[in-house]
């Protein structure tokens, strides 16, 4: 199964940003959204932003996978996304 997660843009070095994903900081390629900006939303999958994403929806999606994390049995050590 495949996964696109929203992801927040805090850099932008001409075709790589830094993304933040629930307290991570990621490098993903921007080179599919010349459109994207500093602040906007993401959806990112395999290192490539691929799509932007209204800043609500991210922010519920993020939510639920938190909410899924949160219940599975395992490490309880309340990592983020």
């Known amino acids: 199964m495949c996964l696109a997660i929203p992801a ?3 850099d932008i070095d001409k075709q790589m940003a830094t993304v933040d994903v629930g307290g991570v900081t990621r490098q993903a390629s921007v080179v599919l ?5 500093l ?3 993401v959806l990112m999958h395999a290192g490539f932003a ?3 994403v209204d800043e609500k929806e991210a922010l519920e999606t993020i939510r639920l996978f938190q909410q899924l ?3 599975m049995p395992g490490d ?3 990592s983020a996304l």
Do not use: C, K, V
């Open 39 to 41: 602040g906007d939303y």
């Open 33 to 37: 959204l010349p459109e994207a900006g």
């Open 8 to 10: 927040r843009i805090i």
């Open 69 to 71: 994390l949160d219940g």
């Open 76 to 78: 309880d050590s309340g």
């Open 50 to 52: 691929i799509s932007l």
